[in-house]
């Protein structure tokens, strides 16, 4: 199957201060990758879906500014937390579309968000 | 709106025995994807099993197996010789246009 990285898995920071994910798929191209939050217990919300070349889609409530999203190549999108706060503080996640795999998502491990 | 139920937040399992989670979606759709994922302890989403909308035959894959039924808009999954690695939070998901995810059914498996 499809393998994604998520890096970090887990970061503590201070409030105020930016945080940067990286998702990567290793062994196929994606278009498309998209962005979770996962709160304990609970499915996954999704955040924005990336598009590589072009701006991210937002989910309704999800605050563009706030969250940064680069897709800059076909391997590799980024999640930028923009003066993080402890209510960012969660379990995010990413995932990544093969195309050519009847539309099936392969997520990243993912990275758990500490504001202090 | 397409929606996805899962209606059991949990089900036990005694190991080596069967058990079928349930999944129904709602969708206008003719063209769509349907997937179990599973979600173990370590947070990583891992694919199960998928199922194109378009083939009749219900999919496969080892011990898992699913239970398609495309006019009740149902699909069940069914883990045979339940294993203690089985244990996780198991998610129906559903792509067309856009990709849904059920609330989650969390397993356990019983030695």
């Known amino acids: 199957g499809a393998v994604v990285s998520q890096h970090p898995s887990w970061v503590i920071c201070k409030s105020g201060t930016s945080v940067k994910i990286e998702c990567r798929s290793l062994?196929?191209?994606?278009?498309?990758m998209f962005w979770y939050r996962q709160f304990p217990k609970q499915s996954l919300m999704l955040m924005a879906t990336?598009?590589?070349?072009?701006?991210?889609?937002?989910e309704q409530g999800v605050e563009k500014d706030k969250f940064l999203i680069n897709h800059a190549s076909l391997t590799l999108s980024t999640l930028t937390v923009t003066s993080a706060h402890p209510e960012d503080s969660s379990f995010y996640i990413c995932?990544?579309?093969?195309?050519?795999?009847?539309?099936?998502?392969?997520f990243g491990p993912g990275t758990r968000l500490l504001v202090l | 709106a397409q929606t996805v139920t899962q209606s059991q937040p949990e089900m036990s399992v005694q190991e080596a025995e069967t058990v079928t989670l349930s999944c129904t979606y709602d969708?206008?759709?003719?063209?769509?994807?349907l997937f179990w994922y599973k979600q173990p302890p370590s947070r990583q989403m891992i694919l199960v099993i998928r199922?194109?909308?378009?083939?009749?035959q219900n999919a496969t894959e080892n011990r898992f197996s699913v239970n398609f039924q495309k006019a009740a808009k149902s699909f069940s999954l069914k883990i045979s010789d339940s294993q203690l690695g089985d244990a996780a939070m198991y998610f129906c998901?559903?792509?067309?246009?856009?990709?849904?995810f059920g609330t989650g059914t969390s397993l356990t498996v019983i030695p």
């Open positions: 062994d196929f191209q994606a278009t498309t």
């Open positions: 998901a559903y792509s067309g246009n856009q990709f849904y």
């Open positions: 995932s990544a579309r093969d195309g050519g795999e009847q539309e099936t998502q392969y």
């Open positions: 990336s598009n590589e070349g072009s701006k991210a889609t937002y």
């Open positions: 969708t206008s759709e003719s063209d769509y994807y």
């Open positions: 199922q194109e909308a378009y083939k009749q």
